[in-house]
């Protein structure tokens, strides 16, 4: 379990579970590895998820009792780009549902946590200092022990909570995944005790 501490003036406490995916070459399904080093891996990957389930706890006056909230954070290139590290683009997915100023809030204080980009282009990829955040659908179903997501990310048709700054060279590509997450443990974020 991983156990964070930030300083930030909003008080927090939020504990949840991780999982992921990414595109890979290798015959796992899902494959999580990263790098991935599994027999019959051949190329790069050209996008990978990490799904942060917010299960418990509070940000400043919002409980969580009750209530869920999935931040997505995707990593993806252009296809024909997947190679070139300065191709690659991070960005937050959220549900449609949520409060777009508690998620941008709750981003402000936990953001620097989220991570998605591939071990093979993470040293050279840009960092933005804030990443893009869209809300659209997801749909996350916990089946036995394998998590399962379903999403359809198109740039043009999600609703743009904040952009990236700064800005990227183009927008991100469209991308959808339907299957399986590998879990990844669990984590507990806190702001620092007073």
């Known amino acids: 379990m991983q156990t964070l501490q930030t300083r930030q003036s909003v008080p927090y406490l939020l ?8 595109d890979c070459s290798c015959p796992c399904n899902p494959c999580d590895c990263n790098p991935c080093e599994c027999p019959g891996a051949s ?17 400043a006056k919002l409980s969580l009792l009750g209530h869920e909230m999935l931040l997505l ?27 777009p100023e508690t998620v941008l809030k709750l981003l402000e204080a936990i953001e620097e946590h989220l991570e998605a980009l591939p071990a093979e282009v993470r040293e050279q990829a840009p960092r ?16 036995a022990s394998t ?26 590509a469209p991308w959808s995944y339907n299957g399986p997450l590998a879990p990844r443990g669990s984590f507990v974020w806190q702001s620092p005790l007073r």
Not at 73 to 83: D, I, N, Q, S, T
Request: hydrophobic share 45%.
């Open 43 to 59: 190329r790069a990957p050209s996008w990978r998820l990490s799904l942060y389930r917010l299960a418990e706890g509070h940000f």
């Open 73 to 99: 954070c995707l990593a993806l290139a252009p296809e024909k780009e997947a190679a070139d590290p300065k191709a690659w683009q991070e960005v937050i997915l959220t549900e449609a549902s949520v409060d």
């Open 15 to 22: 504990r949840g579970s991780l999982a992921g995916a990414r």
């Open 128 to 143: 933005p200092i804030r990443r893009a955040v869209y809300a659209l659908p997801l749909v996350y179903q916990q089946h």
């Open 147 to 172: 998590p399962r997501l379903s999403v359809n990310f198109q740039p043009a048709e999600a609703r743009l909570l904040r952009a990236a700054e700064p800005e990227p060279m183009q927008p991100p």
